[in-house]
């Protein structure tokens, strides 16, 4: 449920964006254009719309002034009426009309031409005594002409008796008199557009204005409030689209840009056209403004992210990734040789062009007299290119030969085969490289050979510092015991003899470490590397030091698997590993403190970890594994100081990992192997 | 009768040495100081053993020991200061008996000078009459119908459980034991925490069969795996 929303909420909040933005956009043209626009077509203007009585709109001034001119024309035409000047049957506009005394037509019985006799149900009263009008609005006088000038019906009454009004016409009028009575609150649906029809209009355009004008933007300031709160989940939707877009050639996008570009002026244009004059496919075109915009975003959204890698992403870098990829299979020489073929090649859609003018050169009489000598010059000039181009390619080609004979010999060089000097042509361009490369592969042989000298030499220096040390050791030892076997010898004596031998046997073992930690050092420490269980060997190791564990002051913890653990090692080697490890935790450790040996498992390793607590201060940042360190510096107990040292050759030997922590006086230390699927051999049934 | 050994070595102080060790056991010493000497000397009809140094100024000990071979068959130990296996290796090759690595101990060297010249005068007549059923490994020999453990044809005293345990690893010389299974056929109980039990008795019997039980020829521990007696 949660990832769920979580992978649907970056697509909520760019809907809302989405949609709050185009909302906004349509409604504020919308208003601007519905406020700018005053254009008749439409019946109830957006100002009338919202008035609250139907005869305060300009649009019943202008009905009722037609009304009235229809009522004058009709009394003073000459023609003959068939039927009444307005609808007889519309109870929401009571007329009378007369001329000279005489009535010529009304729809009404009721006496209109007076505010006493205004039936019941109407409120409006307009009476034309045939030089000016007279209007009453719930029996109130209403002032008809203002300054006397008529300005258009939206702000006057269309009525004769302006001062700026037509003479000629008013003055056929001064015999008529008419009255026009309108209802309070139309009702009657006639055939024509009457009162009623206004009131219906005023109130669907209420309700057109408030789903065109009020509804979207409030929508979409609500879905834009919506976005701001999640806009790093739009963050996300939009890279995600980057995303997306990102994989789409450049080449693809700026072909796509031309179509946006006449959306784009199609928009404009419907928009600067509809300011000017409404026009349906003006506004069809207006329409074009959100696709343009949002495709723009999209533009600008791919920009935004993809910046850097927009190059990246195009027909051509993929052709030129293609090239390099297929290039790598081929040797230097194939490579530049298609290179220069990849010049040529492109060089003839030109050569291609220029041919193509010739016929047409022909055809333009003007040209003949000039023509055979630019032809001539046209083609020697091509052919001289496409000689000079060849030539170019066979000297490069040559080259290349040697370059790749070159390389050919610095790789094998490279590999450590043994090569001879480089044979190059007379003349040719890399004779040099190749001499130098010859002088440094002689200078990088004779180091060599220096420095295998010197290892041998090193290892042989150790064998006999090593032969040097062990037969004084030997006629040492040899003669210690000899007066060990001494009769009758005082008891100091006997004791100087003890401290003699224990000396000896110690100068004996740390002569058997250096030796072998030397060896190690020269990478000449032979191992034979067998599946075991590395349980089962810290058991055995742990039972072979018993007694001397037991007569440690400090406490053993041992936590090993009963279950095999099977590596890969050495196992006398890793044995003097452990023994190593097992009496310097033995020997260093505080009194009473507590030595924990842990076996663990972890991710395809076997890793056993030996923790104790040092008796003396640690001191920090000192490389236990390096041969003669030890924690105290004064050297004053026993040890050769090369136990850690040992302990992390062996196993770096058998392919172990080794490692040391110290923290404060934690001592830890860490033998780790990757576990392995060999078993030992399987042995007969014992007898 | 005093057998008589041949010391071998450039370093005088070491010959001398050896010497003294040896005569403190009853044997005749002779003396040399490099190759040449060793082989005038090695004509003496008494000698029964070399102890032969390698690195030697006129003849050296390998090639001293070559030639010797040629003519006389008694027990050559080599004595050298090189201890990597290669060179024992070499040396064994060359027709030497036993290897002995500088500096060595007092005590090891006169055991193994006693073992080899035990096996090589007592033993000799026994060596070709193999008794019946006998299961020999160097300079061990188990008769498992007696159920005696002979080490340079001496018995060796074993506890009940350590002859038990000597019995399967005998009968079985090479194969690898795991403590395990020891135990479940010595103790016939179920195994639980073996391995000190098992290795406790191990190092008992190692002071009993081996020349230096520090590091054992025959009685070996293969770590990580178990135990065993290795086939010499």
């Given at each position: 449920?949660?990832?769920?929303?979580?992978?649907?909420?970056?697509?909520?909040?760019?809907?809302?964006?989405?949609?709050?933005?185009?909302?906004?956009?349509?409604?504020?043209?919308?208003?601007?254009?519905?406020?700018?626009?005053?254009?008749?077509?439409?019946?109830?203007?957006?100002?009338?719309?919202?008035?609250?009585?139907?005869?305060?709109?300009?649009l019943f001034r202008r009905m009722l002034g037609e009304d009235l001119y229809a009522l004058l024309h009709y009394a003073t035409s000459t023609e003959y009426y068939?039927?009444?000047?307005?609808?007889?049957?519309?109870?929401?506009?009571?007329?009378?009309?007369?001329?000279?005394?005489?009535?010529?037509?009304?729809?009404?019985?009721?006496?209109?031409?007076?505010?006493?006799g205004l039936p019941e149900g109407y409120n409006f009263l307009l009476i034309f005594n045939g030089e000016t009008a007279s209007i009453w609005k719930d029996g109130q006088e209403v002032n008809v002409y203002g300054d006397g000038f008529y300005r258009g019906w939206e702000e006057d009454w269309y009525v004769p008796g302006y001062a700026n009004g037509s003479t000629h016409d008013e003055a056929e009028y001064a015999q008529v008199v008419a009255c026009l009575a309108a209802a309070k609150d139309p009702a009657s649906s006639t055939s024509g557009y009457g009162f009623y029809h206004i009131v219906q209009d005023m109130s669907r355009m209420r309700v057109l204005l408030i789903w065109l004008l009020v509804v979207p933007p409030a929508a979409g300031v609500a879905l834009l409030v919506w976005y701001i709160l999640w806009r790093r989940y739009k963050r996300r939707a939009d890279q995600a689209i980057a995303w997306f877009t990102g994989h789409i050639w450049l080449e693809l996008k700026a072909a796509l840009l031309l179509p946006l570009v006449f959306l784009w002026s199609d928009a404009v244009t419907g928009c600067i056209g509809l300011f000017i004059r409404l026009n349906s496919s003006l506004l069809f075109w207006a329409l074009a403004v959100l696709p343009a915009f949002w495709w723009s975003c999209l533009y600008l959204n791919d920009v935004r992210y993809n910046f850097g890698r927009l190059r990246?992403?195009?027909?051509?870098?993929?052709?030129?990734?293609?090239?390099?990829?297929?290039?790598?299979?081929?040797?230097?020489?194939?490579?530049?040789?298609?290179?220069?073929?990849?010049?040529?090649?492109?060089?003839?859609?030109?050569?291609?062009?220029?041919?193509?003018?010739?016929?047409?050169?022909?055809?333009?009489?003007?040209?003949?007299?000039?023509?055979?000598?630019?032809?001539?010059?046209?083609?020697?000039?091509?052919?001289?290119?496409?000689?000079?181009q060849i030539r170019l390619m066979t000297a490069n080609r040559k080259a290349m030969a040697d370059m790749d004979r070159l390389l050919t010999h610095i790789q094998a060089a490279g590999a450590g085969q043994p090569v001879g000097s480089l044979e190059l042509p007379e003349g040719s361009d890399l004779a040099d490289a190749a001499a130098s490369l010859d002088q440094m592969e002689k200078g990088l042989r004779t180091a060599?050979?220096?420095?295998?000298?010197?290892?041998?030499?090193?290892?042989?220096?150790?064998?006999?510092?090593?032969?040097?040390?062990?037969?004084?050791?030997?006629?040492?030892?040899?003669?210690?015991?000899?007066?060990?076997?001494?009769?009758?010898l005082p008891e100091h004596v006997r004791d100087y003899i003890r401290i003699l031998a224990d000396?000896?046997?110690?100068l004996q073992a740390m002569v058997r470490d250096v030796f072998e930690v030397s060896k190690a050092a020269a990478g000449n420490l032979p191992v034979t590397v067998e599946p075991l269980d590395y349980a089962k060997l810290l058991r055995q190791t742990l039972a072979d030091m018993s007694e001397e564990i037991e007569r440690a002051s400090a406490v053993l913890r041992p936590s090993l698997p009963e279950t095999p653990v099977w590596i890969e090692a050495d196992g006398d080697r890793l044995y003097r590993v452990f023994q190593n490890l097992i009496s310097n935790a033995l020997k260093y450790a505080l009194d009473g403190s507590r030595i924990y040996l842990d076996l663990a498992l972890e991710e395809g390793q076997a890793a056993a970890v030996i923790r104790n607590i040092s008796r003396d201060e640690l001191p920090q940042g000192v490389d236990f594994t390096q041969r003669f360190?030890?924690?105290?510096?004064?050297?004053?107990?026993?040890?050769?100081?090369?136990?850690?040292?040992?302990?992390?050759t062996f196993t770096e030997a058998c392919g172990g990992s080794f490692s040391l922590r110290t923290e404060a006086d934690l001592f830890t230390v860490r033998v780790a192997f990757p576990l392995t699927n060999r078993r030992p051999a399987e042995v007969p049934p014992a007898v | 009768m005093n057998e008589c050994i041949l010391v071998v070595d450039d370093d005088a102080e070491i010959v001398k040495a050896i010497a003294l060790l040896l005569e403190k056991e009853g044997y005749r010493v002779l003396k040399a100081y490099n190759g040449m000497e060793a082989l005038e000397l090695a004509v003496e009809p008494e000698l029964r053993l070399i102890l032969m140094d390698v690195m030697m100024p006129k003849l050296d000990g390998l090639s001293a020991v070559l030639k010797i071979r040629e003519r006389r068959n008694l027990p050559i130990l080599i004595l050298s200061a090189k201890s990597e296996d290669t060179d024992k290796i070499l040396g064994l090759s060359m027709g030497a008996d036993d290897y002995i690595a500088k500096p060595f101990h007092p005590q090891e060297l006169v055991a193994r000078v006693r073992s080899h010249l035990r096996r090589y005068t007592q033993l000799g007549d026994v060596n070709a009459a193999v008794q019946a059923g006998e299961i020999r490994s160097g300079r061990l020999c188990y008769r498992p119908e007696e159920r005696v453990l002979l080490a340079d044809g001496e018995p060796v005293r074993l506890t009940a459980t350590e002859l038990k345990i000597v019995d399967l690893l005998m009968r079985n010389v090479g194969r690898i034991f795991p403590a395990e299974e020891i135990y479940r056929r010595v103790w016939g109980e179920e195994p639980y925490a073996t391995e000190n039990t098992v290795m406790v008795h191990i190092r008992r019997i190692r002071e009993k069969i081996e020349l230096n039980p520090k590091e054992p020829e025959y009685l070996k521990v293969v770590w990580g795996i178990g135990y065993k007696i290795e086939k010499h």
């Open positions: 449920m949660d990832t769920k929303l979580r992978s649907i909420k970056p697509a909520l909040a760019l809907l809302a964006f989405v949609l709050g933005v185009s909302l906004l956009l349509y409604s504020g043209a919308a208003w601007l254009f519905l406020l700018t626009n005053t254009s008749p077509s439409t019946r109830v203007s957006l100002l009338d719309a919202f008035q609250a009585d139907y005869q305060n709109t300009s068939s039927s009444a000047p307005l609808a007889e049957d519309d109870t929401d506009l009571l007329y009378h009309v007369e001329k000279d005394g005489r009535l010529l037509a009304s729809n009404t019985s009721a006496d209109l031409s007076a505010l006493d990246a992403h195009s027909f051509c870098a993929a052709c030129v990734r293609l090239f390099h990829r297929q290039a790598l299979a081929w040797s230097v020489q194939q490579r530049m040789d298609r290179r220069a073929v990849l010049q040529f090649v492109l060089c003839i859609p030109f050569f291609l062009v220029c041919a193509a003018q010739i016929p047409g050169l022909y055809s333009r009489r003007y040209y003949t007299g000039l023509l055979p000598l630019l032809l001539a010059l046209i083609c020697l000039g091509g052919a001289a290119l496409i000689a000079a060599l050979i220096e420095q295998m000298k010197s290892e041998r030499t090193k290892i042989e220096l150790i064998a006999n510092v090593s032969h040097d040390l062990k037969t004084p050791l030997t006629s040492i030892v040899s003669y210690v015991e000899l007066l060990q076997q001494e009769e009758g000396k000896s046997q110690r360190v030890r924690g105290d510096s004064s050297r004053t107990d026993g040890g050769s100081g090369l136990g850690l040292s040992i302990a992390r | -």
